[in-house]
């Protein structure tokens, strides 16, 4: 939410840009920012089911990856059309791991908070078949990455990889959940920058 003003000018100062995409994903982010403002308003004063978290989760996701494709398509450099279809469907594929984490979380699991699946199957979460979903499209998105060849992307994914087994091995704490949090909204983010990278530029 607290991003939405930021959102709201870069909407209006490229309101006249001649190219669509870029006219039109500000706002298609302002309504995430502000999607995810009202789920959180209702964390506090109610709470959210885990379908509703998990609804929470994307509209804050599609506000970062919005606003990241249109940065980078008033430059984009790499004009490849099937790297960035591919790009793209790694981003969806990441937002979903994401939001499934919150599904299959149980009472006070670590799992709720955006990540990378820390096990195949984890006792203290719910839906087992669930769990494995997330662990196959886990090292499905992680194959796409190395095809993908973006060495951001890998850094991110091997910096997740680590801190996921010391969280695994010495227990979580507080730093540590909050930098595997962060690296997980990194590598969606770069996903996204990769996305915008390949396709045509807005300035083109």
Same mark, same amino acid.
């Given at each position: 939410?607290?991003?939405?003003?930021?959102?709201?000018?870069?909407?209006?100062?490229?309101?006249?840009?001649?190219?669509?995409?870029?006219?039109?994903?500000?706002?298609?982010?302002?309504?995430?920012?502000?999607?995810?403002?009202?789920?959180?308003?209702?964390?506090?004063?109610?709470?959210?089911?885990?379908?509703?978290?998990?609804?929470?989760?994307?509209?804050?996701?599609?506000?970062?990856?919005?606003?990241?494709?249109?940065?980078?398509?008033?430059?984009?450099?790499?004009?490849?059309?099937?790297?960035?279809?591919?790009?793209?469907?790694?981003?969806?594929?990441?937002?979903?791991?994401?939001?499934?984490?919150?599904?299959?979380?149980?009472?006070?699991?670590?799992?709720?908070?955006?990540?990378?699946?820390? *096990?195949?199957?984890?006792?203290?979460?719910?839906?087992?078949?669930?769990?494995?979903?997330?662990?196959?499209?886990?090292?499905?998105?992680?194959?796409?990455?190395?095809?993908?060849?973006?060495?951001?992307?890998?850094?991110?994914?091997?910096?997740?990889?680590?801190?996921?087994?010391?969280?695994?091995?010495?227990?979580?704490?507080?730093?540590?959940?909050?930098?595997?949090?962060?690296?997980?909204?990194?590598?969606?983010?770069?996903?996204?920058?990769?996305?915008?990278?390949?396709?045509?530029?807005? *300035?083109?």
């Amino acid at each position: 939410m607290t991003c939405a003003p930021f959102v709201l000018v870069m909407g209006i100062l490229l309101r006249k840009h001649h190219d669509r995409r870029v006219r039109l994903l500000p706002w298609v982010a302002l309504a995430g920012a502000l999607g995810a403002g009202i789920f959180g308003m209702f964390t506090i004063l109610t709470g959210l089911s885990p379908v509703a978290s998990m609804i929470d989760l994307w509209c804050a996701l599609t506000a970062l990856v919005c606003m990241v494709l249109t940065t980078r398509l008033l430059d984009a450099t790499q004009f490849d059309a099937t790297r960035a279809r591919i790009a793209g469907y790694a981003v969806v594929g990441v937002a979903a791991l994401y939001g499934m984490g919150v599904l299959v979380a149980g009472d006070g699991s670590f799992t709720r908070c955006i990540g990378w699946p820390l *096990g195949f199957i984890i006792d203290a979460d719910h839906a087992a078949p669930l769990q494995i979903l997330r662990v196959i499209l886990a090292v499905a998105l992680i194959g796409v990455f190395f095809w993908l060849r973006s060495l951001p992307v890998l850094f991110a994914l091997a910096t997740e990889l680590v801190l996921g087994i010391v969280i695994r091995t010495s227990g979580l704490t507080d730093l540590l959940g909050s930098l595997y949090g962060a690296v997980a909204v990194c590598i969606i983010a770069l996903a996204a920058w990769q996305w915008g990278n390949h396709q045509y530029a807005a *300035g083109a």
